[in-house]
């Protein structure tokens, strides 16, 4: 099992930066691909960005430009830089990790942290 703690989320003005780190811990060479989702009330999961062990990175058309995700493999930890934050970035935002070729129905998810995007 694979283990995933979220922190950096809070509170910020629109056109400010966040910068969220999700550390992984347990099995983590079951996993392969890292991201970040996001949820906003009333709204479904979506994908924000994720970035691969060889460090591919995709990213949704929304925060191209914006956003940059980042993992250091050695800390088994990823990271969201956030800037020019929009009120509508506003969502609780999610850590996932997948599972490599030869776990490929790992599926973590940790916790959660809160972004604000507010006057």
């Known amino acids: 099992q694979v283990q995933l703690v979220e922190s950096g989320g809070g509170l910020v003005q629109p056109g400010g930066s966040l910068r969220l780190s999700c550390a992984a811990s347990g099995s983590t060479w079951r996993i392969n691909s890292m991201g970040w989702y996001r949820q906003a009330p009333g709204k479904q999961r979506e994908l924000v960005a994720q970035?691969?062990?060889?460090?591919?990175?995709d990213y949704a058309d929304s925060v191209k430009g914006r956003f940059t995700i980042s993992r250091d493999n050695a800390k088994n930890t990823v990271y969201l830089q956030m800037n020019s934050l929009l009120p509508g970035d506003t969502a609780v935002y999610l850590c996932n990790a997948r599972g490599n070729a030869f776990h490929p129905r790992d599926d973590y998810w940790g916790q959660g942290t809160q972004v604000t995007v507010s006057t």
């Open positions: 970035i691969t062990t060889g460090l591919t990175t």
